[in-house]
């Protein structure tokens, strides 16, 4: 079977801006390859028309779309589990300059696109089988607003010390 490959659709010209943003932010990442538009695409001539790229390994096209009729919503979203405090607050701190703070641990990058920057010990908190916990730590994400999650603050919560 093909592999599905999210395709990002970058308004206003700026698709050599975003492949080389995300690819600094994640490790094993890297540019795969491009394709410009044709001397006959007006105003698009010699643009980049599709960048290629791997995020962690993992493939993405972006598409130089110009027609900003499309925008990206909070519909589809892209989750980042990270495994420390730090991790948590530079690829936050990275994806939510130029874009805007949402809540749960969710933003948007000055793309537009959705991130959930969420610290891996959460989902094993969520997957936890004492109900009381799981209600404890859920009470305590879903005040988070407009700030990366706090890996300390949840545990609190979760243990039942907040």
């Known amino acids: 079977m093909e592999q599905i490959t999210p395709t990002l659709w970058i308004n206003d010209g700026k698709i050599e801006e975003a492949a080389d943003f995300y690819c600094s932010l994640f490790e094993n990442s890297r540019i795969t390859g491009s394709n410009d538009y044709g001397p006959d695409a007006g105003d698009y001539a010699g643009q980049k028309m599709v960048i290629r790229l791997e995020l962690q390994g993992k493939p993405y096209v972006l598409i130089n779309g110009g027609d900003t009729s499309f925008t990206a919503n909070e519909s589809v979203s892209f989750a980042v589990g990270c495994d420390s405090q730090e991790e948590i607050d530079r690829l936050w701190d990275a994806l939510v300059e130029g874009g805007e703070p949402s809540a749960c641990g ?29 209600q404890r730590v859920t009470a305590a994400f879903m005040q988070v607003y407009g700030r990366a999650f706090d890996i300390a603050e949840l545990e609190a919560a979760f243990d039942g010390r907040s």
């Open 106 to 134: 969710w933003l948007k990058d000055r793309f537009g696109f959705s991130w959930q920057v969420t610290p891996t010990a959460l989902y094993k908190m969520m997957d936890d089988s004492d109900p009381e916990k799981v």
